[in-house]
Each structure stands twice: as structure tokens, then as C-alpha cells.
């Protein structure tokens, strides 16, 4: 008996020295570089969004006891997906295992350790986030004032394919990014009209300062691709990319905000093409609302929105946009039968981390399915962000102004049209029998 309790003993003092004398090895080089490369280096390196690099030891270092305090709070890596709701490819969350390890790190002393053990540094394309891009387009300078609000500006930047291009990768970089809320690329079809009166490359405001939608959302054109800050730019399988037809145009719409210093930006589209002709094309879709009326005061107003899809529809990610009086947004799949099933909810939306979400399945809806999105608005005084609580507030592009747009990329075969995507198919009707009547 004695001897049990001797022997126990013995083997927790063991395990104690052992877990102790682990907590004193964990390394920088060892354990923490990986962790860094895989959940932080995306943004957290010379040129990126943050605002110092996690690079090396010597970057890293002077942060050890913020970095401690941001993961143990969730607050970094910035992630806003309800774990309970959907798996994501694009996913940096750290797990409870990598947490611990950066906590361990830092409450043993932030130790370098043997340069030996360090993963290989992650390569980055100069620049990019994507490969070497095919075409890089740029836009004319634009000044930012250092106060004020400013118009969203639309730039029209010609392609000039003269065949149809498919395109593999696409990312937005502006130059100077403190003061790049989004950019959002649409693909101008060589028919549209959507304004033409535009010169290519000069930031223009179109008529209607925003409030003509038409003017604001495309017209009813594909959309390249959306920037913000933190989200990954856009890298679609092989066989599956998006479609530029000849002789179209990208059109930005900017949404410049002022940061208290003077700027000058200009946001310049890489794309890579794709090697050859993908079977499948990816489009934008948004499931919008434009009419609803936030009250003044209002806590948690509920705006909600939908889409039908006659032929089905296979889904690869979510994109959800609201301003800064957005406290939650939800997707839900309803099927058929009438199921109702969440695949994505973001129970505390940001304003300032606008992010994708991109289904690592993607996911296949029978005929009939609808996608319904709904977003929830908190227009009261318990709002930090809210700049008035006492308007009734409607749809506009402006931060005083909402927005409900739950943005998502379907797949189609590539040859097919828009219309065709959306118009039922006819139902193949069985041959009448007449016999046994
Ligand atoms: C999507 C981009 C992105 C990723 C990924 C990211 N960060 Fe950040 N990080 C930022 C930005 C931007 C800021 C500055 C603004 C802010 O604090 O929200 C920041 C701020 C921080 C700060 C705060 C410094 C302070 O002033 O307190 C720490 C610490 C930090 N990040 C650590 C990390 C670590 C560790 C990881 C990975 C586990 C990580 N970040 C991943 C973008 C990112």
C-alpha cells in the first residue's frame, strides 16, 4: 500500500517535472513559427494589413505578452463564424492546442531556441497574396482629404481581351490601405450601359450620389471579386474560375474613408489567368433587401432577404455586408420540403472585419431550394458605432446609411447563360398512360 502511494507519487512529481520542464521548452523556433505561419503571417508581415510583422523572433518578441492576451480573448486571429454552424476552408481560428502553446510560450519567458528546429519560411509573391499575376490593372491616383466623408468612387478599368479570359486568382491592393474600407470589382459586359459616361482609370461619382441602386450594384453585372480588409483574396479550384467576356471592363467601386492624415491611393487588380478553359464558372450572387426602414432606437431589427433557385444550386461561400449598425448576420438553406438548416451565422458581426466565409464542401441544394439571409440591425444608443440613434435609418451607401446584402458564389457549368441558371426548367412530365383506366 505504502509503496503504491510512494510509486504514485513519484510518478505525478515525474509528470509535474516533465510538464514543467516542457513548458520551459517550448521555443519560438520550435513551436511558435509554425503557428504563426499558418494563422498570422497573412497579415502580420511588411506590407499586409497589421500593423507590425510576426515574421521572425525579432518581430515577434516585443509582442509576446499582446499576443498572449489576443488569442486567450479570441480577439486575434480575427474569426466570427459560430463554430456550431458549417466547416471553413478559410478558417483561422486557432485551436485550444495552438492557444495553449502560445500561452506556454510567453509564460516561460518568450524563448528563441535553436534556429535548427524552425519550419522553412512560408514564400511570398512580392506583393501578393495570389501567384504572379498575368495582368496587373491600375487605377489614377486618388487624394484622400484628411477629414469628411467621401463619395464611393467608381473606376473603370478596360481589360482589353479580345477573347473571352478565364481567370484562376484575383486580388485588389491598394496602395495605401488605411484608408480602403472595400472595393468591390464587378465585370462590366461589353452590352451594359452601366456608366459609360465614366473615363477609364479617374475615380467618378456617378448621378444620384448613391442613392440610385441602380447606378450602386452593377447592373445586373457579375461581380470579380470584393475586397476588405482581412479577407483572402479570391483563388478558385482548378476547373472552376470566373469569366471575363471580351471586351469587357472591371468597374471599382471604392469606398474611401478618412483616416485624420491626408493620402493618396490607387488600387491596383492583379489577376491570373487560368491554364485552360474550366468546366465550371463561379458567380456572385446577393441576397438583398432595399426597402426595409430601421426605427429609431430600435435594438435588434431583423431585415430579411431571399433567393430561389428552380434548377438547384451548388454553394461555395459566404460574404455577409452591413454597416456599422450591423449586430448579426445568418444564412439558411430551406429546402423542398420546407427544412430549414443554418450555414452560416455570425452571432457578433464587425463593421471593420468584413471577412469570407468558404465552405470546405461545398454544399449541393435539390431544385426548389432557396437561400434566405437575414441580418439584424442595432439602431438604439448601446450602439458605440451608431452616429445617430434617433434616425429611422434606410438603404444607402453611405456608413450612416445600411446596408443587407448576403453576398454568396454559386457554381454553373461554364457554357451556360445567367438567364438560363434562373429560368425552370421544364418539368419532364411522364407519358400519359391510358391504359388500365
Ligand atoms: C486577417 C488579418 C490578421 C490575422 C490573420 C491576424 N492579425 Fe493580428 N492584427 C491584425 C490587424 C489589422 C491588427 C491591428 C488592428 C486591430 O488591433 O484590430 C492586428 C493586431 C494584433 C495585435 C494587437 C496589438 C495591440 O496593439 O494590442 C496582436 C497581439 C496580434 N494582432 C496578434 C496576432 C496573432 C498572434 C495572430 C495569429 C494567431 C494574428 N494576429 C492574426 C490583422 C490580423
Same mark, same amino acid.
Request: hydrophobic share 35%; aromatic share 12%.
Given at each position: 500500500?505504502?509503496?503504491?502511494?510512494?510509486?504514485?507519487?513519484?510518478l505525478l512529481?515525474a509528470a509535474a517535472a516533465w510538464a514543467a520542464n516542457a513548458r520551459q521548452q517550448v521555443t519560438f523556433h520550435k513551436d511558435v513559427a509554425p503557428i504563426l505561419q499558418s494563422h498570422c503571417q497573412e497579415c502580420h508581415r511588411?506590407?499586409?494589413?497589421a500593423?507590425?510583422?510576426l515574421l521572425s523572433y525579432?518581430d515577434a518578441r516585443?509582442w509576446a505578452k499582446a499576443i498572449k492576451s489576443d488569442v486567450v480573448t479570441k480577439k486575434m486571429p480575427p474569426w466570427f463564424a459560430d463554430p456550431r454552424y458549417g466547416h471553413f476552408a478559410d478558417d483561422r481560428s486557432l485551436s485550444k492546442q495552438e492557444i495553449d502553446t502560445l500561452v506556454a510560450w510567453v509564460d516561460g519567458g518568450a524563448k528563441e531556441g535553436d534556429l535548427k528546429d524552425a519550419p522553412k519560411p512560408r514564400?511570398?509573391?512580392?506583393?501578393?497574396?495570389?501567384?504572379?499575376?498575368?495582368?496587373?490593372?491600375?487605377?489614377?491616383?486618388?487624394?484622400?482629404?484628411?477629414?469628411?466623408?467621401?463619395?464611393?468612387?467608381?473606376?473603370?478599368?478596360?481589360?482589353?481581351?479580345?477573347?473571352?479570359?478565364?481567370?484562376?486568382?484575383?486580388?485588389?491592393?491598394?496602395?495605401?490601405?488605411?484608408?480602403?474600407?472595400?472595393?468591390?470589382?464587378?465585370?462590366?459586359?461589353?452590352?451594359?450601359?452601366?456608366?459609360?459616361?465614366?473615363?477609364?482609370?479617374?475615380?467618378?461619382?456617378? *448621378? /444620384?450620389? $448613391? %442613392?440610385?441602386?441602380?447606378?450602386? =450594384?452593377?447592373?445586373?453585372?457579375? +461581380?470579380?471579386?470584393?475586397?476588405?480588409?482581412g479577407?483572402v483574396?479570391?483563388?478558385?479550384? *482548378? /476547373?472552376? $474560375? %470566373?469569366?471575363?467576356?471580351?471586351? =469587357?471592363?472591371?468597374?471599382?467601386? +471604392?469606398?474611401?474613408?478618412?483616416?485624420?492624415?491626408?493620402?493618396?491611393?490607387?488600387?491596383?487588380? /492583379?489577376?491570373?489567368?487560368?491554364?485552360?478553359?474550366?468546366?465550371?464558372?463561379?458567380?456572385? +450572387?446577393?441576397?438583398?433587401?432595399?426597402?426595409?426602414?430601421?426605427?429609431?432606437?430600435?435594438?435588434?431589427?431583423?431585415?430579411?432577404?431571399?433567393?430561389?433557385?428552380?434548377?438547384?444550386?451548388?454553394?461555395?461561400?459566404?460574404?455577409?455586408?452591413?454597416?456599422?449598425?450591423?449586430?448579426?448576420?445568418?444564412?439558411?438553406?430551406?429546402?423542398?420540403?420546407?427544412?430549414?438548416?443554418?450555414?452560416?451565422?455570425?452571432p457578433k458581426?464587425?463593421?471593420?472585419w468584413?471577412l469570407?466565409y468558404t465552405l470546405t464542401q461545398?454544399?449541393?441544394?435539390?431544385?426548389?431550394?432557396?437561400?434566405?439571409?437575414?441580418?439584424?440591425?442595432?439602431?438604439?444608443?448601446?450602439?458605440?458605432?451608431?452616429?445617430?440613434?434617433?434616425?429611422?435609418?434606410?438603404?444607402?451607401?453611405?456608413?450612416?446609411?445600411?446596408?443587407?446584402?448576403?453576398?454568396?458564389?454559386?457554381?454553373?457549368?461554364?457554357?451556360?447563360?445567367?438567364?438560363?441558371?434562373?429560368?425552370?426548367?421544364?418539368?419532364?412530365?411522364?407519358?400519359?398512360?391510358?391504359?388500365?383506366?
Amino acid at each position: 500500500m505504502k509503496y503504491t502511494k510512494f510509486l504514485t507519487f513519484g510518478l505525478l512529481a515525474a509528470a509535474a517535472a516533465w510538464a514543467a520542464n516542457a513548458r520551459q521548452q517550448v521555443t519560438f523556433h520550435k513551436d511558435v513559427a509554425p503557428i504563426l505561419q499558418s494563422h498570422c503571417q497573412e497579415c502580420h508581415r511588411p506590407g499586409e494589413i497589421a500593423p507590425f510583422s510576426l515574421l521572425s523572433y525579432t518581430d515577434a518578441r516585443p509582442w509576446a505578452k499582446a499576443i498572449k492576451s489576443d488569442v486567450v480573448t479570441k480577439k486575434m486571429p480575427p474569426w466570427f463564424a459560430d463554430p456550431r454552424y458549417g466547416h471553413f476552408a478559410d478558417d483561422r481560428s486557432l485551436s485550444k492546442q495552438e492557444i495553449d502553446t502560445l500561452v506556454a510560450w510567453v509564460d516561460g519567458g518568450a524563448k528563441e531556441g535553436d534556429l535548427k528546429d524552425a519550419p522553412k519560411p512560408r514564400q511570398y509573391v512580392d506583393g501578393w497574396n495570389i501567384p504572379k499575376p498575368d495582368l496587373v490593372l491600375d487605377m489614377n491616383t486618388f487624394h484622400i482629404p484628411a477629414k469628411g466623408d467621401i463619395q464611393y468612387m467608381y473606376v473603370v478599368l478596360p481589360t482589353k481581351f479580345t477573347q473571352d479570359q478565364w481567370i484562376q486568382a484575383a486580388e485588389a491592393r491598394p496602395s495605401d490601405r488605411t484608408v480602403v474600407h472595400h472595393v468591390v470589382i464587378f465585370v462590366r459586359d461589353p452590352e451594359s450601359k452601366w456608366l459609360r459616361e465614366a473615363e477609364p482609370g479617374v475615380p467618378y461619382v456617378p *448621378p /444620384g450620389h $448613391g %442613392k440610385d441602386f441602380n447606378n450602386t =450594384s452593377g447592373g445586373g453585372n457579375d +461581380i470579380l471579386m470584393i475586397y476588405t480588409p482581412g479577407k483572402v483574396p479570391e483563388m478558385w479550384r *482548378p /476547373g472552376l $474560375g %470566373k469569366m471575363i467576356k471580351a471586351g =469587357s471592363d472591371l468597374v471599382l467601386q +471604392i469606398h474611401y474613408t478618412a483616416s485624420g492624415k491626408e493620402t493618396d491611393d490607387h488600387t491596383k487588380v /492583379g489577376l491570373v489567368f487560368a491554364k485552360e478553359k474550366p468546366t465550371e464558372r463561379a458567380l456572385t +450572387i446577393g441576397g438583398n433587401n432595399l426597402s426595409f426602414k430601421i426605427p429609431p432606437g430600435d435594438p435588434n431589427y431583423r431585415v430579411d432577404a431571399k433567393n430561389v433557385f428552380p434548377n438547384g444550386v451548388t454553394i461555395l461561400n459566404f460574404f455577409p455586408h452591413m454597416h456599422v449598425r450591423g449586430k448579426a448576420f445568418e444564412y439558411r438553406a430551406v429546402y423542398p420540403d420546407g427544412k430549414s438548416e443554418v450555414l452560416l451565422r455570425v452571432p457578433k458581426y464587425d463593421f471593420f472585419w468584413q471577412l469570407d466565409y468558404t465552405l470546405t464542401q461545398p454544399l449541393i441544394l435539390p431544385p426548389g431550394s432557396r437561400i434566405e439571409v437575414t441580418g439584424w440591425f442595432d439602431n438604439s444608443p448601446n450602439n458605440p458605432a451608431n452616429p445617430d440613434p434617433t434616425a429611422t435609418v434606410r438603404f444607402g451607401e453611405q456608413s450612416w446609411e445600411e446596408m443587407m446584402i448576403g453576398f454568396y458564389d454559386v457554381v454553373m457549368p461554364a457554357d451556360m447563360s445567367m438567364k438560363e441558371f434562373f429560368t425552370p426548367k421544364k418539368p419532364v412530365t411522364a407519358p400519359t398512360t391510358t391504359s388500365g383506366q
